[in-house]
Structure formats: C-alpha cells, structure tokens
C-alpha cells in the first residue's frame, strides 16, 4: 500500500508518466422487440424481455497527472489482451518514455510472464523492462485510480444495454474523447500518514511501540 501511495506522490515527468491500469468485464445484453423512443412527456421504453449475447472485457488505461486515460475493448480478458494492451502503452502512448511506472491490481494475468506468452521471448523481455511495475495489496485495488475511472465509465456510459461488442466499442470510445476533452484528472489526497493513522489496525504491533 505504501508502495504505491508514494508512486502517487511523484511529480509529473513526461519521460516516467505514472500509468494506472485495471479491467472490467461487461454484459452484452441485446434487446428481443424494438424500444419505444423517446417522446416529449413520455421516457425511451424497454421492454423486459432480452437476450444474453456473451460477455466483452475493458482495459482502462489512466494516466492521472495528465487527465488522459484510453479504453481498448476485447472479445476475452486472457494474459494475452493484457500483453497487448501493454504493448500499446509502451508502443502507442508512450514510445518516448524512459521508464513506464505502471500500478496495477494482483490479478494473475497482470505480471511480465503474461507478456512470453504473447510474444517472442526477446520482445518480451524488451517490453517488461519499459515498466516500473507496482501492484495494489490484495483487498486493495481500491488505490488502483484506473478502477475509479471504471467506476465512472460504467455510471455515464454503461449502465444500459448494449447488445454487441462493436456498439460497445462505439460508445466507450465516445466516452473516452469527451473525458480526455475535459482533462478529467484524479485529485488523489489519500496520502502514507493518512494510512499509518487511518489504517493503524492493518501495521504489526512491536514491542514498546505506540500505535
């Protein structure tokens, strides 16, 4: 925790940018009679009947001192999407960088193996040395602020039914422009004192020390 709270810390420097990762899996819902629109006096209506059409991943990549975050949206969440979704921060995003400082979640596809078993051994190795990597403790992905950003995706643009996954591309990507348009940035506050003192419960006890 402390890790990652002192990464937070760190001044904005264009050749280490602070990258904060996280993924989430979306229902694809399609809808089985047309919905009514909307009229004046009267809401868009839905009816209740739906059909599942599988499941679809995000990878919201944030990069909280510049306002700025993408979405890459896949079919699967395997160890091989997140090796490319690694490979377009390193690639696409970030092709200048000395040192990517990358915080992410303990999921278990989120580790440089995932990345030799996306490419050739030598690549791999290329691509896990632009990272700085910094995971989350577990119970606290919490301070993951990509998971945030999830949270505000899913509130202004998810919350409804979407029935494939190039609609869903479609408006992720919109939502994405119009977020970036406004430099939407993390006022992060939570800072190591305030964990030694909110979170005293979680430190040992040593003897002769005062909590």
Known sequence: ???????????????LPVVCLDEATKQLIKETRPSSPV?????????YEYERNGTASIFMIFV??????????TERHTAIDYAHALEHITN???PQATKIVLVQDNVNTHKS?????????EKARRQTERFEWHHTP???SWLDMAE???????????ARRIGDIESLRAKVAAWVVDRNTHQAKADWQFTTADA?????????????QTR
């Open 92 to 94: 696409v995003m970030f």
């Open 138 to 140: 577990k119970h606290g």
């Open 113 to 121: 193996a995932s990345l030799y078993q996306a490419f050739a051994p």
């Open 148 to 158: 945030s950003e999830l949270s505000v995706l899913s509130s202004q643009c998810l």
């Open 1 to 15: 925790m402390e890790d990652v709270l002192e990464v937070y810390r760190r001044p904005h420097d264009p050749l």
């Open 64 to 73: 909280p001192l510049e306002g700025r975050r993408e979405a890459i949206v």
């Open 196 to 208: 030694r003192i909110k979170l005293k419960s979680l430190y040992p006890v040593f003897p002769n």
């Open 39 to 47: 009229r004046p006096g009267q809401p868009q209506r839905v009816d």
